[in-house]
């Protein structure tokens, strides 16, 4: 297994079907966090902060202070889906088992690898590439002192102060990069937008209808981000890694690369040497 952790790539794994609509459309989708297999990590995040702060105003013997926190964390998360953040997941790990099986329909999709100074150059607000971070006790999180002195501060306990009310949002925005350290042989990064902390992110909203539930995200135009720094989408794209258990044949997804106009990729199709074969 050969693995990068130097940022120079980062991979996305994913299915045949996100492949295909990668490549055709150019666009990349970022899709709502709640909607991932490891949703419960903003409301982890989230009441992890809650239990920090909390627990310095009772250190103080501010108990007061540490009900009203308490309070204030439990009215926000009633909230959770409408500060959500979108995201698209990638990882600095090429080839790598947990990836595939978790993220690749087992081992059966494909990964896509991207230029990381390329692509951090196209990212412009409101998005945002965040790499993950991997923490369980939040008490040294740098967003607790900032809470805790807005908090010792405010004096009306009916509502929000406005510079309460950014800070707030900022951890919101936060969490969406926040996983268990259960997770951290991920190393992931993420490509993040959150449309409630960026009222200008102009992007309209997309639903994808599938047999089971409808699904929120918003599209990010690959090729106008290309556009904007001089480059094309194949001169991000290192490489597509086909899975250790697809049996996709290496020619047809070259013929496929050749029909949508991506000639140079043809000669970045590799398949995976990740020993997941015969199970």
Not at 127 to 151: G, K, N, P, R, W
Not at 228 to 241: A, C, R
Request: hydrophobic residues 35%; negative net charge; proline residues 3%.
């Amino acid at each position: 297994m050969q693995r990068t952790d130097d940022n120079t790539v980062l991979y996305h794994y994913t299915d045949f079907s996100a492949l295909g609509g990668i490549l055709s459309t150019a666009e990349l989708r970022l899709n709502n966090i709640l909607n991932m297999n490891d949703a419960s990590e903003m409301s982890l995040f989230m009441n992890g902060l809650c239990k920090a702060v909390s627990d310095r105003f009772q250190h103080d013997g501010d108990y007061i202070k540490a009900n009203w926190t308490k309070k204030l964390f439990s009215a926000e998360q009633e909230q959770e889906f409408a500060y959500s953040a979108y995201a698209a997941c990638f990882s600095r790990y090429r080839d790598d088992a947990a990836q595939w099986e978790r993220y690749a329909n087992r081992g059966k999709g494909v990964c896509i690898g991207f230029q990381y100074d390329l692509f951090q150059e196209m990212v412009m607000e409101p998005l945002s590439l965040q790499a993950v971070f991997y923490q369980d006790d939040m008490a040294e999180h740098e967003m607790v002192d900032t809470l805790y002195h807005l908090i010792k501060k405010h004096k009306d306990s009916s509502t929000i102060s406005a510079e309460l009310r950014e800070a707030m949002n900022h951890a919101w925005a936060s969490s969406a990069a926040f996983k268990h350290p259960s997770f951290a042989c991920e190393n992931e990064v993420r490509l993040v937008v959150s449309p409630f902390e960026k009222g200008y992110f102009n992007v309209q909203p997309r639903y994808h209808v599938a047999r089971e539930r409808i699904k929120k995200y918003y599209p990010v135009d690959l090729k106008k981000l290309c556009r904007n720094v001089g480059i094309e989408l194949e001169d991000v794209v290192t490489e597509i890694i086909i899975g250790p258990e697809s049996t996709q044949s290496v020619p047809i997804l070259q013929d496929y690369l050749k029909d949508l106009g991506y000639k140079k990729l043809c000669e970045r199709v590799a398949h995976s040497d990740c020993p997941l074969r015969g199970r």
